[in-house]
């Protein structure tokens, strides 16, 4: 009885060809090999260099955050630093960049509140003649460093 079973077996085996792999068996291994490797490189390329994303991104920040603040000092008919913060004045409005938590705002006229850069530790302003130097250092201990030119004498008294 049980050689009668074990010979059905084997025909059977025989028939559906399950003991070698066909060509749509092995392209279908190779392509999920395929795919794992393509996704594995990128992981072990950050894993390698040891890149940390969020810094990476705090730079793109201050960036954007250098490009905004250089256009309002830039168009800005007089600057003053008060007690950390930056007082710009353009037309009629008084536009102020101060440290907020651990953010830099902006605000216009002293109301609304705009984030211009996050995961800020220290802030520090400093005029010089037609120029505005910015310190920042953010939370990771990275220091970055802009000066700012403006079109306008200011006449700073210092």
Request: with cysteine.
């Amino acid at each position: 009885m049980k050689n009668t079973l074990l010979f059905q077996k084997q025909k059977c085996a025989l028939h559906l060809n399950e003991k070698a792999f066909t060509l749509i068996e092995s392209l279908l291994a190779l392509s999920i090999f395929t795919i794992i490797a393509f996704f594995m490189t990128p992981i072990f390329q950050v894993m390698l260099k040891n890149i940390d994303p969020p810094s990476r991104i705090q730079e793109l920040e201050w960036e954007v955050f250098c490009s905004q603040i250089k256009k309002e000092i830039r168009l800005s008919s007089h600057a003053e630093v008060v007690a950390g913060r930056l007082y710009l004045t353009e037309d009629n409005d008084t536009i102020i960049f101060e440290k907020y938590g651990s953010n830099i705002r902006r605000r216009v006229n002293s109301t609304g509140h705009e984030i211009t850069l996050q995961n800020v530790a220290d802030l520090t302003f400093i005029l010089v003649n037609n120029a505005v130097k910015i310190y920042v250092k953010d939370i990771w201990g990275k220091e970055y460093v802009l000066t700012a030119l403006s079109l306008f004498n200011w006449n700073i008294d210092q």
